[in-house]
């Protein structure tokens, strides 16, 4: 008897942009692993408000640090003790924020537990810049644009050469580069830039004035979306 | 007395991976606009299969052609006649594949919905390469990746400067740059190749095998991430 594991992507907040095909996940499964402190879990918020056991939630904290050694013995512990729940017929989820594939550290935990044979399968999600869009009845990208997606490392001349190419940017975890964003904008007013915090959450936040996005400071859960705007003469 | 227009995201075809708000606002709208003909509708196969009240279903033709002319004409006229309906108080839903602000011709509708004055609201969805990445287990973007998302106009050359700059690619409409895709892995096999084709139905096929990529003629619904590989010496 073995049972089986998913992981499952709950989507960037708001408790009803969870898939129907992930809460099911979540209800059949015997114990839930999701990612949080005892006092602070995006995860078990979203958890929470929906139709499932919170009792069969188990809470597990990873260590953030640029230096993953801390974050991956965790992640291996939890796995060890996952491998011994599904041997004994167990079924385990395993939550992830947006998409569980698209810049998920959970994902690291995935990699181990198939390379230990175990059976595991991954339920999409909507990641947070699809549903930023949608919340500003954005068209993020049509036709024939083309995207790019930074993870928060870009200065302003890089910026400057993507959307001079055409691309729409998008750029996630916004507050680690704060002040290459204010430098670009002071010079590269033409652009069309939507700026979205703590989406799918009550402070959620969408704002395209150029004064008060030059002047933010940018929260852990913010990001950007850039369309490129026609060149100043 | 005015209705409400919600612009409902499918998700990729399965139709589990439709969210609880999209597939509530689907029930609670009087009519729902799905693009289609009378023999084929990739959204009204994913609504048949969801508990949905299949007679307020009213499909409508876009012409296909570069030339969006005839588009926007039968555009046009379902936004005069979605405008007469919500004068009456109906509550409508406009239904769109994947993300609705993710490369979809239905947001010419919204635009044109809302610069007549009328209520829209957006309901994100999961994108098809989102999917197609779960189906797989594979992580599209971890970490620092970058990625970049092309609407199927690339050259080969194009293709090895993005990789060689590290960037995560994912192709859509693979079947518009065939010859180039080929022509670029015939010289470039240390990237990661995931073909995907008919993502969420029951034709869904994902492909990791060099042969097989190389020589297939891609269909419409196919897609592509290329993880970027080491540098041959």
């Known amino acids: 008897m073995k049972g089986k594991i998913s992981g499952v992507s709950l989507g960037p907040g708001e408790p009803e942009l969870i898939t129907l095909k992930a809460l099911k996940a979540l209800q059949e499964a015997d114990i839930i692993y999701c990612p949080g402190t005892q006092t602070k879990s995006r995860s078990r918020d979203i958890l929470q408000a929906l139709p ?4 069969r939630v188990r809470l597990f904290h990873v260590p953030m640090s640029k230096d993953r050694t801390l974050a991956n013995q965790t992640y ?3 796995c060890t003790e996952i491998a011994a729940l599904v041997a004994t017929g167990k ?6 924020e947006g998409d569980s594939g698209f810049y998920s550290s ?4 995935f990699d181990k537990l198939a390379s230990m044979n175990l059976p595991i399968t991954t339920i999409a999600g909507v990641p947070a810049f699809i549903a930023a869009g949608a919340i500003s009845g954005l068209h993020i990208v049509k036709q024939e644009e083309k995207l790019v997606v930074l ?3 870009i200065t302003a001349e890089e910026l400057d050469s993507l959307l001079t190419s055409g691309y729409v940017v998008v750029i996630m975890k916004l507050s ?4 290459e964003i204010h430098r670009f904008m002071q010079t590269n007013r033409q652009h069309e830039f939507h700026y979205y915090e703590n989406v799918g959450t009550i402070n959620e936040l969408h704002s395209t004035n150029y004064k008060d996005i030059i002047q933010k400071e940018y929260p852990y859960f913010s990001l950007m979306i850039i369309r490129p705007g026609k060149q100043l003469a």
Chains 1, 2 share one sequence.
């Open 106 to 109: 959970v994902n690291y935990m």
């Open 151 to 153: 993870p928060g490392i």
């Open 176 to 179: 680690q580069c704060t002040s």
């Open 76 to 78: 291996d512990s939890i």
């Open 91 to 96: 079924n385990i989820a395993i939550t992830a």
């Open 52 to 55: 499932i056991n919170m009792e």
